[in-house]
């Protein structure tokens, strides 16, 4: 089964229902990470179209800036929620640190909600990878997909140590940077994802459809050499381990 990690369904817009027939007939189980409330509540209703399709809630660092509701609105949608996602902090794309404690208080509010529920959290660390692992070192907590890393790899180990996952995404073979985080992610800790259908636009300016996730495990199986077959089953193993989510 090829198993998606991190993308964005909602953001397919027009074309979600071609989407989701490729998701359907190529079998992809798909980690339909969430912006906000409303993104979820969409992916929600995508959800109920498809078993291989699972709605995830998170209020994106981009959007923690126009959350006015209370916190404790949040933790019904936490509390339902298989998985948590995507939220984080964003310190490199995000260049008005005006917003930066607006993303620390929600980020921190639902992490240590998360955590208290034991929930698989899959977190967007661009440009606060330190800070992001001091926090989750506090916690001792590794039920953690760090999504499409790009910090340095000091910072690398230390998430690697405390037995964090990673997704690999769209620029493997694209970014030399990408393939050394690749080489020293450990097998039993690595995921594939195809942050679509956007991501690969910002790569080489192809729009990203579900099936794309096919030609990352192609890459990374070459890069790690390692059949994609065999390369399937570990991300599998690892995945549902992870989250004990069933199909």
């Known amino acids: 089964m090829y198993?998606?990690?991190?993308?964005?369904?909602?953001?397919?817009?027009?074309?979600?229902?071609?989407?989701?027939?490729?998701?359907?007939?190529?079998k992809i189980l798909t980690i339909a990470n969430s912006m906000d409330i409303e993104s979820y509540l969409k992916n929600k209703e995508y959800s109920q179209?498809?078993?291989?399709?699972?709605?995830?809630?998170?209020?994106?660092?981009?959007?923690?800036?126009?959350?006015?509701?209370?916190?404790?609105?949040?933790?019904?949608?936490?509390?339902?929620?298989?998985?948590?996602?995507?939220?984080?902090?964003?310190?490199?794309?995000?260049?008005?640190?005006?917003?930066?404690?607006?993303?620390?208080?929600?980020?921190?509010?639902?992490?240590?909600?998360?955590?208290?529920?034991?929930?698989?959290?899959?977190?967007?660390?661009?440009?606060?990878?330190?800070?992001?692992?001091?926090?989750?070192?506090?916690?001792?907590?590794?039920?953690?997909?760090?999504?499409?890393?790009?910090?340095?790899?000091k910072t690398l180990d230390k998430f690697i140590e405390l037995n964090c996952y990673f997704t690999i995404s769209v620029d493997v073979g694209y970014s030399k940077l990408t393939e050394e985080i690749l080489d020293r992610i450990p097998i039993d800790r690595l995921l594939v994802e195809t942050d679509g259908p956007t991501a690969l636009e910002e790569v080489n300016g192809q729009y990203s459809y579900p099936r794309v996730i096919i030609d990352v495990i192609k890459t990374v199986s070459e890069k790690r050499a390692i059949s994609a077959d065999r390369l399937l089953k570990v991300i599998e193993k690892n995945f549902f381990e992870l989250t004990g989510i069933k199909i």
Request: aromatic share 14%.
């Open 3 to 26: 198993i998606d990690a991190h993308t964005h369904l909602d953001f397919f817009n027009n074309n979600v229902d071609d989407a989701i027939d490729e998701i359907i007939n190529f």
């Open 49 to 153: 179209r498809s078993q291989y399709i699972k709605a995830t809630f998170g209020v994106h660092p981009w959007k923690a800036v126009e959350y006015k509701g209370e916190l404790k609105d949040l933790i019904p949608y936490i509390e339902e929620s298989e998985i948590i996602g995507e939220i984080g902090l964003d310190f490199w794309w995000v260049k008005d640190k005006g917003t930066y404690g607006a993303q620390r208080r929600i980020f921190n509010f639902i992490l240590g909600e998360s955590i208290k529920r034991n929930k698989v959290i899959s977190i967007h660390t661009k440009g606060a990878e330190e800070e992001i692992y001091n926090i989750l070192k506090g916690y001792n907590y590794s039920k953690v997909i760090v999504h499409w890393y790009s910090g340095d790899i």
